[in-house]
């Protein structure tokens, strides 16, 4: 199928050459001559467009982004953001500690971790769709 279709288009530039015409290929075989190759904003959509959207005003509709670092004490706690009542997080207490702390942190109250003593709250957060 493959080989057909290359002597095809052998076979089209050698005549095109021996009436003296251009062989270049028409535009309508390279529809990306025209305008150009298209963004990833101008081909995405469904939930990839509203992330893409949404990046762009400066929000962050998944949590895509690292989170803000807060000082981890009992009044500024490190933010949790959850579609649900609890979630699960993990705490790398030490820096060149390869072992991770899981716990649940739930709705209402700030959470520590038992290890390190860091503090974790759960807020909110409501999805684009």
């Known amino acids: 199928m493959a080989s057909r279709l290359l002597l095809r288009r052998a076979s089209f530039f050698q005549r095109a050459l021996l009436l003296g ?8 075989l390279r529809p990306w001559s025209s305008g150009g190759i298209p963004t ?17 005003r400066g929000e962050d ?10 000082s981890g004490t009992r009044e500024d706690p490190h933010i949790v953001p959850s579609i649900g009542d609890k979630r699960l997080v993990g705490c790398i207490c030490e820096e060149d500690n390869s072992a991770i702390i899981w716990f649940w942190v739930h709705k209402g109250d700030s959470h520590r971790c038992p290890q390190c003593g860091v503090y974790y709250k759960l807020t909110h957060h409501e999805l684009p769709h």
């Open 21 to 28: 015409r251009n062989p270049a290929p028409s535009s309508s």
């Open 40 to 56: 990833d904003e101008e081909q995405a959509t469904g939930l990839e467009r509203k992330t893409l959207q949404a990046m762009k």
């Open 61 to 70: 509709p998944y949590s895509i982004f690292k989170p803000k670092r807060n």
